[in-house]
């Protein structure tokens, strides 16, 4: 990675997005933080300036096509180009049967996880064709590997994640872009905060289903997206990388 990459991160507010657009600065990319929230998105900004790159916010809704459009349009126009995107952008449903779900979070949940991620690609692929080539990685989920009891149409719209990944790094293999899906367990996230609603209890149960005994921090799900976008990794194409502490192989 050189000072002349460009990066697009959704959902770089807090978590494994922030974690990465720094992770993405100290590489020398440049990193566009796309985000719901203005003053968090800000935040990493600033944190990818601190790490010694360059970075622009950019207020985005994935579900919401022309937020995205902008936001692709707004990066290439600010600087030049795009090269690298991870579409990490997400949101989890509570806990709750199958038949007690409601329609409005079923399309809130796939409007985001899976539309979103759907819309991203659509308006960064071609960029990344005039630049040449690229490489995309769409944040998917232990939770598309496998089922998640009470958490229906959050496990399936990570399975479609994977899915549309596997069909868009066949498609656009010979563009010079590499597309590939990275899998997190359990991680010290907002996300997870919020499933957990500072319930020590669950915590404590979540910790002891994960084989290496531990949450995953964001750093390490970061260190593992930045690999698959790098050149390090150009051989790889249309995998599903889990990085959940052995919890899908238990």
Known sequence: MTDQKVAIVTGASSGI????????????VKVTVAARRAKEGEETVHLV?????????????????????????????????????????????????LIEQTSNVFDQIMNVN????????KYEIPEMIRSGGGAIV?????????????QPVYSASKH??????????????????RINAIAPGLVETEMLEEVAEDNKQLIE??????PIGRIGDPQEIANAVVWLLSDKASFVLGHTLLVDGGIVSR
């Open 114 to 121: 899976v539309k979103g991620v759907w819309l991203c690609m």
């Open 160 to 177: 479609a994640v994977l899915g549309m990944t596997k069909s868009a790094a066949l498609e656009y293999a010979k563009s010079g872009i």
């Open 17 to 28: 997005g922030r974690a990465t657009a720094v992770a993405l600065a100290k590489q020398g």
């Open 49 to 97: 300036k601190e790490a010694g790159s360059e970075g622009i916010f950019v207020k985005t809704d994935v579900a919401n096509e022309d937020n995205v459009k902008s936001l692709v349009e707004k990066t290439v126009k600010r600087y030049g180009r795009l090269d690298y995107a991870f579409n990490n952008a997400g949101v989890v449903e509570d806990p709750s049967s």
């Open 205 to 210: 149960s979540l910790k002891s289903k994960t």
């Open 138 to 150: 769409n944040t998917s989920s232990g939770a598309g590997v496998i089922g998640i009891p009470q």
